[in-house]
């Protein structure tokens, strides 16, 4: 109980020899050993000469057992104590940083310093923001003239499709219109053809009127003559 209460206390937890200590500690067993080894020889010589008593193995193992136990429990004491010292030295280290670190800031050159990138940065952003913009400005002009080259194409193509379309429309009524010609010129020559014949026929016709009607009085005054012939030829 009074080497754990030791343990606790700040001047145990700055030892770092506890190899002495764990000499002293082994110490008396040794010697408790030998004063029962040599009390027990005393009182049974016979034992003496014969192998160890089964109470001797006992007394040696129990010894082993907290010999283990005590240097597990130093062990275990001073990985807690540099853990403790490292904690506290990490701790300490930090809070040194932590102080150093608010000292420069509060610092008139870190202020100047810092307000000077801050510029620094603002002169970049306004430079970068300016160079975007002129960047989207020309990509936007491009795209214009692209639209525009795009547009003018299409207008271009519209027209000249347009302009086809014209040709194909004159071509056809021009053909059309020859081929309405074409059957108004032979339906003309038809009929001239018709209106020749129709003037031949009456022509054959009043001919031929004309002629029977010179056969007729050719007939008519040969009945004429006719008659007196015979007058006369009776006269006679």
């Known amino acids: 109980m009074r080497r754990k209460s030791r343990s606790i206390t700040p001047r145990r937890r700055k030892s770092r020899s506890p190899i002495t200590r764990r000499h002293k500690s082994r110490s008396p067993t040794p010697k408790r050993y030998k ?123 519209l027209e000249k499709m347009l302009e086809e379309n014209r040709k194909r429309v004159e071509e056809t009524q021009r053909r059309e219109a020859m081929e309405q010609q074409r059957r108004e010129e032979e339906r003309y020559r038809e009929l001239e053809e018709l209106q020749r014949q129709k003037e031949e026929a009456m022509k054959r016709k009043k001919q031929q009127e004309e002629e029977e009607r010179l056969n007729q009085m050719k007939l008519l005054g040969k009945n004429k003559l006719r008659p007196k012939l015979s007058f006369a030829l009776g006269s006679k």
Do not use: F, M
Request: charged residues 50%.
């Open 35 to 157: 004063r029962q080894r040599s009390r027990s020889s005393s009182l049974s010589p016979v034992h003496k000469s014969s192998s160890p008593s089964l109470g001797s193995i006992e007394r040696k193992n129990a010894s082993e057992k907290l010999k283990k136990e005590e240097e597990e429990r130093k062990r275990r004491q001073q990985e807690a104590e540099l853990k403790l010292i490292e904690e506290e030295t990490a701790k300490r280290v930090e809070e040194a940083i932590q102080k150093k670190v608010e000292e420069r800031l509060n610092s008139e050159e870190i202020k100047q310093e810092i307000q000077k990138r801050l510029e620094e940065g603002r002169r970049r952003l306004n430079d970068e923001v300016a160079a975007q913009l002129e960047k989207e400005k020309e990509a936007a002009i491009l795209e214009a003239r692209q639209k525009e080259e795009v547009a003018k194409k299409e207008n271009e193509e």
